[in-house]
């Protein structure tokens, strides 16, 4: 039986998918030469239609990886001499900061206490030394695992008071939904095997000019900022719109496809429909007698991976929904058997959410 996907990555494909993949067999995308004009242009198109859809200003960068995680690195490597500050709300952001102390940075952590989120929005823990003498403060806006989104109105509040500190955000599960003020923040990076409903294996990064200066910066110092995909080798290639490493050039014809989707159904579309099946699960669950919303504070709860409380009957739930045809996520780790997660992408429908609530 085929089944509905509401995990939250990788997530159920998007509706197009199929036509365009065999598109891409029929135009040879796999075999395409990627130093010739045809890849060119499909990275030029990427470019554009991606900058149009999220409104990515147009002297921004955009590169690719082979996932999310390598951004985490790349965005380290890329950006910090001495000092990177995380904020915490997750398992993602705790393996950002990981990969940070693995490189060799001195870390600082501000894990935020979970039964309290609004010490986010009094921002308790800036004007601290360590902070004033980050480099580098490392969000991830949406942390998959938690369920917890930072506002972006919080995030920019930061960059006004700390204009000269570089802003690196992890919008992997909360993009194309999350609406970002680009010029706010220095990179921003994603994975496409979730909001975009992309096979997995191709990482998005969106650089400032701000971030580019400061790792040409380290390099005339001497630091080491990476190999074939430093910063600035991929800032070199993308001149031409070429990438140093034979890319991921059919998954990249995807994208682009999916954009142009987007595009024809607008952004502001995508944005109502996804606001009104969170409102629907929300409501679902404040109401329900037995399953309650991890994240009870609603400011920070995410719009898109929604996590709920299942005392301990995870494994049953999951089981038995897969029965009839849904695939929904467990928790996250240690909350594997106590938790499960829902996503609400632009691939999942309406009418797909209404059948897999009325299951509950
Ligand atoms: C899934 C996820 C990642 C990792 O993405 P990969 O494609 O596996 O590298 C990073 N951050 C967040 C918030 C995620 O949800």
């Excluded at 080798?233 to 001149?239: A, M, Q, T």
Aim: aromatic share 10%; with cysteine; net charge positive.
């Amino acid at each position: 039986m085929k089944k509905i996907y509401f995990t939250v990555g990788p997530s159920q494909i998007y509706p197009t998918l199929p036509k365009h993949l065999s598109e891409a067999l029929k135009q040879d995308i796999p075999s395409l030469n990627h130093r010739g004009a045809d890849f060119k242009k499909l990275y030029s198109d990427l470019d554009s239609n991606l900058k149009k859809l999220l409104g990515i200003p147009k002297n921004y960068e955009i590169f690719f990886t082979s996932s999310a995680l390598e951004a985490m690195e790349r965005t380290i490597l890329g950006t910090v001499e001495k000092n990177s500050y995380h904020i915490i709300t997750g398992s993602f952001g705790k393996a950002w900061a990981k990969y940070a102390e693995e490189l060799g940075k001195q870390v600082i952590k501000f894990e935020v206490d979970l039964s309290d989120l609004s010490v986010i929005r009094n921002s308790d823990f800036i004007d601290t030394p360590n902070f004033l003498k980050s480099e580098l403060i490392c969000i991830t806006q949406n942390d998959t695992s938690t369920g917890i989104q930072i506002p972006m109105e919080e995030i920019y509040f930061l960059k006004k008071k700390y204009p000269e500190k570089l802003i690196a955000i992890d919008v992997v599960s909360s993009i194309p939904y999350v609406d970002i003020d680009y010029s706010k923040i220095d990179i921003t990076f994603f994975s496409v095997q979730k909001g975009f409903g992309l096979p997995a294996g191709l990482g998005i990064m969106v650089v400032s000019p701000n971030a580019l200066k400061k790792t040409k910066r380290l390099k005339d110092k001497g630091m080491s900022i990476g190999s074939y995909h430093s910063l600035l080798n991929l800032s070199e290639k993308y001149k031409s719109f070429q990438t140093p490493e034979t890319p991921n050039v059919l998954n990249i014809f995807l994208l682009n496809k999916v954009c142009l989707d987007l595009l024809k159904k607008g952004i502001q579309n995508v944005r109502k429909e996804t606001d009104k099946k969170y409102d629907i699960i929300s409501t679902f669950f404040n109401n329900h007698p037995k399953f309650s919303h991890s994240v009870k504070d609603e400011r920070y709860r995410s719009r898109t991976t929604i996590v709920i409380n299942t005392s301990g009957e995870t494994q049953k739930i999951k089981q038995s929904l897969s029965k009839q045809g849904f695939e929904i996520g467990a928790g996250y780790g240690e909350n594997k058997d106590t938790q499960l997660r829902i996503a609400n992408f632009p691939t999942q429908n309406l009418s797909d959410l209404k059948k897999l609530l009325n299951l509950f």
